[in-house]
């Protein structure tokens, strides 16, 4: 049996070790790679900021975010969407600028015209090395226009040769293109119109169909990439996730052909390790690296950093 004051002393030296952690890591760890995501909030934290935001943490890189837009949603739709003010967008992304070096940026819901003008200002005057732009205009559920139509004009006419590579799935492709797009050889049409048009790499998703496939469009010609059907209803934020992996993959090393491969087994296992969170469908589990069994009751872990709490000094 422990001393009455067991708990307590066991606390302070646990305390005390992590104190002593920060401070040695605050001087040791390497600054991780830092993406910026551009896109809106979702509050049941699927998509949006909240999708890219986790799955650069899965990645190992840092991320920060400028929000375009507040939702009103959950998982069984959107039902409103509130614009954040241009001046606003334009604020919070001169003040990340200012203050991290950024590896990357990756841009999602924009709401309108004046939000995405703010943000091709904001990619002109720092030219990014890595921009993946998913061009997000209506969503899965719900009836609420994630881009009005001024701004799905000046997304495909002046955003879309901003980016390294944009993410379009099948409906977005048919947007920006106008062609109807039902298979994998107009998928592959769409990709190369949206090279035409000035995009310098296109990956058209096909998540909507049947056995999903993806098609790379870029100056090394047009290939596909097949995958493995989930049957899970829990693909919330699936092109969030997928175009933020490619992001993350970009920004610490990969070449667009390997980040999309890898980006794609990613999603792929996110879906199969997912749960449903409400009465909708759920979001993908973007952290399911992190994920690890909880210790057997009556089991207590002491952090193993070099140096055994039980070594130090129990005065305080």
């Known amino acids: ?17 992590l104190e002593k952690l920060s401070i040695h890591n605050n001087h040791a ?11 809106g909030f979702d509050p049941s934290c699927g998509a949006g900021v909240a999708a890219d935001l986790k799955t650069f943490a899965a990645h190992n ?22 614009a954040t003010p241009a001046s606003t967008l334009r604020a919070q992304l001169d003040a990340l600028a200012q203050d991290s070096t950024l590896a990357g940026v990756k841009i999602g819901m924009l709401a309108n015209r004046a939000n995405a003008s703010a943000v091709t200002e904001f990619l002109d005057k720092h030219k990014f090395a890595h921009v993946i732009l998913d061009p ?13 139509a001024p701004g799905l004009t000046f997304v495909r006419d002046e955003m879309l040769k901003r980016a390294s590579v944009i993410t379009p799935n099948i409906p977005e492709a048919e947007f920006l293109t106008g ?10 049409a769409a990709g190369l119109r949206l090279l035409e048009m000035g995009a310098r790499a296109v990956i058209v998703t096909g998540g909507h169909l049947d056995r999903p496939i993806d098609v ?7 290939e596909t990439f097949g995958g493995d059907h989930v049957k899970s209803p829990n693909t919330h934020g699936s092109g969030c996730t997928f175009s933020s992996a490619i992001a993350a993959q970009l920004a610490c090393g990969q070449q667009l052909r390997d980040a999309l491969i890898l980006a794609k087994a990613y999603v ?32 207590h872990e002491v952090p193993q950093h070099g140096m055994h709490p039980a070594a130090e000094s129990t005065g305080h």
Do not use: W
Request: proline share 10%; net charge neutral.
């Open 1 to 17: 049996m422990h001393p009455p004051d067991s708990g307590h002393r066991h606390l302070c030296l646990a305390q005390r070790t």
């Open 29 to 39: 760890n390497p600054t991780p790679p830092i993406l910026l995501t551009i896109a």
């Open 61 to 82: 890189c840092y991320g920060v975010a400028a929000v375009t837009a507040l939702t009103v949603q959950s998982t069984q739709g959107v039902l409103s969407v509130h």
């Open 136 to 148: 997000v205009s209506r969503p899965t559920a719900g009836s609420a226009e994630l881009l009005d």
């Open 179 to 188: 062609m109807e797009v039902k298979d994998l050889h107009a998928m592959k």
């Open 216 to 222: 790379l469009c870029d100056s090394a010609g047009v």
């Open 268 to 299: 792929t296992k996110a879906i199969e390790k997912s749960y449903p969170t409400g009465k909708g469908d759920g979001p993908l589990n973007q952290l399911f690296r992190f994920h690890q069994e909880p210790p057997p009751r009556g089991v």
